[in-house]
């Protein structure tokens, strides 16, 4: 197969139907993205929706025929601006493993109607059930409708042989109901160094292997996802010329441009990453442009400043938009649970308005600085660590314990007038998101967690040392009442 001849297409079609109010009207009202920024981007789903999502749900309706796409200088495929990532699914019940196939379709139609044609997944996500789902959806469009994109996911010793790795690869093809991939990456390289590496792709064979299926046009586009070790990246790229990557997807956000490693010091800033690409003529893929979530759900400070700078538009568009305006950016990946993330994304890609350099100097100097100084727990909620044998959910502990800190929430002054309402607050919260038996007080540090964490969070320590804050909490005087 010749890979430029991949006749992909556009799909259009008409709105929904007139607003009943202009969208400036709305936004200025209820806040651009108001259901998003504070119901959906959550992650929670309400019981009852508040009027703030009816209301977005009726009158924000993105336009079709208006996304942006980009080329890719080794391809030539037209890819639209927003990817989107099959790593966090809809459920049908509270259940978020039982998984809701009519949702999932319903929403890949809309996001195919609205021009997106790239959608990314994996053999492990949601469970090992992502690509069975994924490959459910596409398969009832057009195969030139579509790019998908999966991985190698080959983490665990018994799945690095190469038959256990070759047989990872079609059995991918298979979820998907496909028989190429557009996409095709080596997972997270970086993780565990060149020792990690070495073991998943090169002492088995599997990266020969790999070429040579893009080669016989089973693979379109052969690249890497990267989190880590700098010295493995920088490694693959010194060997550009030899293995042709057709792109790399990096971690890129306006708070990972100067600061991942501040946050983390085993991250790398998106600043050297891309550049490294730009060197090459490498396309990016884009991940995490809202850190798991975090950059949707900013201190009400931050949230406040940046809908006055823009009352039209989201928390979460900033983000978004900063993610799509360098021009090596192939797509950015969103993963949109809910159909209020996917509209409020498209609002921000059909057309991309890109960041000015004041604007973009603005989230650089000015928020993500600010951001930093929060001193959160850098957790994107990507659940790779995921799951734990002694059953702790690791990212709800991290998301509950984030939130309050963002909120300004969370319990550590007893002499404060408002400790024990936010100590009760905090400790309702986080029984209701986490059951007793699965939060961190059940942490025996077996480190099982720690070498599959994207963003090299020492886990355990972490666990423990909010067992510790939680103990404390709930060893204070029960004499004492909120307010």
Not at 7 to 35: V, Y
Not at 325 to 341: A, F, R
């Amino acid at each position: 197969m010749n890979k430029n001849n991949h006749p992909h297409t556009s799909p259009t079609g008409e709105n929904a139907g007139p607003e009943s109010h202009s969208r400036r009207q709305f936004l200025k009202i209820f806040g651009a993205g108001a259901a998003t920024t504070a119901v959906a981007l959550t992650g929670c789903t309400p019981k009852k929706e508040t009027a703030a999502v009816e209301e977005y749900r009726r009158q924000v309706e993105p336009p079709t025929g208006q996304m942006t796409y980009r080329t890719s200088p080794t391809s030539g495929d037209r890819v639209s601006l927003l990817g989107y990532g099959m790593m966090r699914l809809p459920s049908k019940t509270e259940n978020k493993d039982d998984y809701d196939q009519e949702m999932i379709n319903r929403q890949v139609d809309y996001a195919i109607e609205h021009g997106v044609n790239y959608f990314d997944t994996s053999p492990v996500y949601c469970q090992g059930k992502s690509e069975y789902h994924t490959g459910i959806a596409l398969h009832r469009h057009k195969r030139s409708e579509y790019f998908v994109a999966t991985k190698l996911s080959n983490f665990h010793p018994d799945s690095q042989t190469r038959e256990a790795s070759i047989a990872m690869y079609r059995q991918s093809m298979k979820n998907l109901q496909v028989d190429y991939i557009d996409y095709y990456l080596l997972h997270s390289i970086g993780g565990g160094g060149m020792e990690a590496f070495s073991a998943r792709y090169i002492n088995n064979g599997m990266l020969d292997f790999l070429i040579a299926e893009r080669a016989a046009g089973r693979i379109r586009n052969l690249g890497f996802s990267y989190h880590g070790d700098i010295a493995v990246f920088d490694h693959l790229l010194s060997l550009h010329d030899r293995y042709r990557w057709d792109f790399v997807q990096i971690e890129l956000n306006y708070l990972d441009w100067d600061y991942a490693n501040e946050i983390n010091d085993r991250n790398t800033d998106a600043r050297y990453l891309y550049a490294e690409l730009q060197k090459r003529g490498i396309p990016a893929v884009i991940m995490e442009p809202l850190l798991g979530g975090r950059l949707a759900n900013l201190p009400q400070y931050l949230a406040t400043e940046l809908k006055q700078r823009d009352p039209e538009r989201s928390v979460a568009s900033w983000a978004f938009r900063y993610a799509g305006t360098p021009e090596g950016v192939l797509t950015v990946l969103s993963g949109m649970t809910y159909m209020e993330h996917l509209k409020d994304n498209l609002l921000s890609y059909c057309p991309l308005k890109p960041l000015t350099a004041e604007e973009q100097e603005y989230l650089h100097a000015d928020v993500a600085r600010r951001i930093v100084g929060l001193e959160n727990i850098p957790c994107n909620d990507c659940k790779y660590c995921m799951p734990c044998p002694y059953g702790i959910d690791i990212p709800a502990i991290f998301v509950h314990y984030n939130k309050c800190k963002n909120e300004g929430t969370l319990p550590t002054d007893p002499t404060a007038a408002d400790y024990w309402r936010m100590r009760h607050r905090y400790l309702i919260g986080l029984d209701r998101s986490v059951p007793r038996l699965r939060q961190a007080s059940h942490c025996i540090g077996c480190g099982q967690c720690e070498p599959h964490c994207p963003q090299n969070i020492r886990i355990p320590h972490e666990l423990h040392k909010i067992d510790a804050f939680v103990e404390q909490l709930r060893r204070s005087s029960p004499h004492d009442k909120p307010q």
